[in-house]
């Protein structure tokens, strides 16, 4: 059991927007700002698109915008694109358990 | 262009080491900006954090692992390694280094590794 809760799937349209929520605890979104999201295409390595909270790094489409609110966090993807479709990692830095980091289980995201 | 690359053997046997090396080139590794970390994925399963080192050898692991993990750092080399022991089947799973500020950038391209007789 991944320590930050995501959906395990969401689907959108082409054009659409979507949300992919990442629930943890007053120990890690709600304390801290280091929530950062990955998007990992098959056989490929992960890789930012999201870090402290939301920001985008270059080179990232600004269609991708993170949030949080309490201890949740959120990655809205808008005008879904084909290409959009991948899995996707939230993660936060934690004081907890004496673990420097953890992550979401990972969200499947397929475009119709 | 900072790029992290992984090295060492794709299967081990149940009960031995497992060693991997992430190589660094485009940053120093004793850089006091970042520090470097490894993680893994099993096939179809989500990211696991395994520990992290600075590049002064100040470690800290996934208390999961603790027991059976070190990091290590090579700052003449600029690179870090990682070593398991005691592997068993549930250590299958591609490994991943990172280097780390306050996110995970870049990766490596990770290397997969089967424990198997």
């Known amino acids: 059991q991944s320590a930050l809760t995501q959906p395990a799937s969401v689907s959108g349209s082409p054009g659409q927007s979507i949300t992919i929520s990442c629930t943890g605890t007053s120990s890690d979104i709600g304390r801290y700002n280091y929530v950062s999201w990955y998007q990992q295409h098959p056989g490929r390595a992960p890789q930012v698109i999201i870090y402290?909270?939301?920001n985008r790094p270059s080179g990232v489409s600004n269609r991708f915008s993170g949030s949080k609110s309490g201890n949740t966090a959120s990655l809205t993807i808008s005008g879904l694109q084909a290409e959009d479709e991948a899995d996707y990692y939230c993660?936060?830095?934690?004081?907890?358990?004496?673990?420097?980091?953890?992550f979401g289980g990972g969200t499947k995201l397929t475009v119709l | 262009q900072v790029q992290l690359r992984e090295s060492g053997p794709e299967l081990v046997k149940p009960s031995q080491t497992l060693s991997l090396t992430c190589s660094v080139s485009g940053d120093s590794i004793s850089s006091r900006r970042y520090y470097w970390t490894w993680i893994r994925q099993p096939a179809g399963k989500g990211l696991e954090w395994i520990g992290r080192?600075?590049?002064?050898?100040?470690?800290n692991y996934n208390p999961s692992l603790e027991s059976r993990v070190t990091i290590s750092v090579d700052t003449t080399n600029n690179q870090f390694s990682l070593r398991l022991t005691s592997v068993t089947a549930a250590d299958t799973a591609v490994y991943y280094c990172?280097?780390?500020?306050?996110?995970?950038?870049?990766w490596g391209l990770g290397t997969p590794v089967t424990v198997s007789a």
């Open positions: 402290t909270v939301s």
């Open positions: 993660s936060s830095y934690t004081s907890s358990n004496t673990v420097d980091w953890v």
């Open positions: 990172a280097r780390v500020e306050d996110w995970f950038d870049p």
């Open positions: 080192i600075y590049s002064s050898g100040n470690t």
